[in-house]
């Protein structure tokens, strides 16, 4: 787990250090002028901290790796906080939008359904306002717009408009696996009444829950045909060390959540991704998760929402909204690019920037920013 924690400080380091260059770059009113002294202040602060990390983690006496992993997750929350909310009045549109922006034009072009769409970037945590008939805004974190290793999970948030294009074709398919969930939820025999009455409300809340978990799953299986491995890398990075709550968490709140648990999303996506021709990441990824929840002594627990009997109707609902939705799919072509091969598509820019941070991860930034200025110009 260490590795990753190293890895894990040393992007929320780039990040917080992207945040105030992007700080140093705004014109800034002068009745702001407060107000970005105190954003500064934070900022540096964060960077702070990211470094005492990093040097604990390369000392000797790393301390317990338990301690650390919150202290990493306390810290990724203040990052995020700075990125999401504290930069944007300072920072609006700049020319380091251009990439994003022809991501979502390639993405929206690439079906007739959206096509026709028009869409914009807001200032937030990933998220989508998405509508066939309004325009669509896209939510993507200010650093994340010029990272090559997190723009793949935009991929997602398109597989929102999608449902939202094939909503009735969409939603008579969830509606078939919630009633195998429901079937699945029902004891063959109950004496006790009092128990028979809190088994149906726990029936009903799994049934409801899964209206929503379902929509998530597929937008992670739309990222997934997308952007190939080079996505299952990207969601892994930007949930392994956000917070033990990734891992595991109590009934109660599992049952208010929109979101399934994280770690059954990667869970599941490695096994499609698996049967995609993607084994060595998804291998790869699998294990990291489950080694980070065995050194946190997280054991898995889904409070009997998901059982893998539910697997094949749960495969065959993905399936068939695929087929409905046709997203657009990743090539061998692009899947294979490396980082000293001709980019010759968007895809083929993701899965060679995740080539160039395995060859050479000290020197990738200085790669990144060269291989955007190309492709942007």
Wanted: aromatic fraction near 10%; charge should be negative; glycine fraction near 4%.
């Amino acid at each position: 787990m260490r590795d990753r924690l190293l890895i894990a400080n040393a992007d929320l380091l780039r990040r917080v250090q992207a945040i105030q260059r992007l700080i140093d770059a705004a014109l800034v009113s002068g009745t702001m002028a407060g107000y970005c002294q105190q954003v500064r202040e934070f900022c540096a602060e964060q960077e702070k901290r990211a470094r005492l990390h990093l040097a604990e983690l390369r000392g000797s006496n790393a301390g317990l790796l338990g301690d650390l992993f919150n202290a990493t997750s306390v810290l990724a929350q203040k990052v995020r906080y700075a990125d999401r909310t504290l930069a944007v009045p300072l920072v609006r549109f700049r020319r380091q939008d251009v990439l994003a922006l022809r991501v979502l034009q390639w993405l929206h072009q690439s079906t007739k359904e959206t096509a026709h769409l028009t869409f914009a970037l807001g200032e937030d945590d990933y998220k989508v306002w998405a509508s066939p008939m309004m325009p669509c805004i896209y939510y993507i974190l200010l650093t994340h717009r010029q990272s090559l290793l997190s723009l793949p999970l935009v991929f997602h948030e398109f597989g929102h408009v999608l449902y939202e294009c094939h909503k009735p074709e969409m939603d008579e398919l969830v509606k078939e696996f919630r009633e195998t969930v429901s079937h699945f939820l029902t004891p063959q025999a109950v004496g006790d009444a009092s128990l028979a009455a809190q088994g149906l409300e726990f029936r009903q809340q799994a049934v409801t829950c899964w209206y929503t978990w379902a929509q998530e799953f597929f937008c992670d299986a739309v990222g997934l045909t997308i952007g190939g491995s080079a996505f299952l890398r990207s969601l892994s990075r930007h949930f392994h060390s956000l917070s033990r709550e990734e891992y595991a968490i109590d009934r109660a709140t599992l049952l208010r959540r929109k979101h399934p648990l994280t770690w059954l999303r990667i869970q599941l996506l490695c096994r499609r991704a698996t049967a995609m021709g993607y084994e060595r990441v998804s291998t790869m990824v699998a294990e990291e998760w489950h080694s980070t929840a065995s050194d946190l002594g997280i054991e898995e627990e889904h409070h009997g929402t998901w059982d893998e009997t539910l697997r094949p109707d749960f495969d065959k609902m993905i399936d068939d909204m695929l087929v409905q939705s046709d997203p657009p799919s990743c090539t061998d072509l692009d899947a294979k690019a490396g980082s000293r091969t001709p980019i010759t598509s968007i895809l083929a820019l993701f899965h060679a920037a995740w080539a160039a941070y395995g060859d050479a991860p000290d020197t990738y930034e200085v790669w990144e920013r060269l291989a955007i200025r190309r492709f942007v110009s």
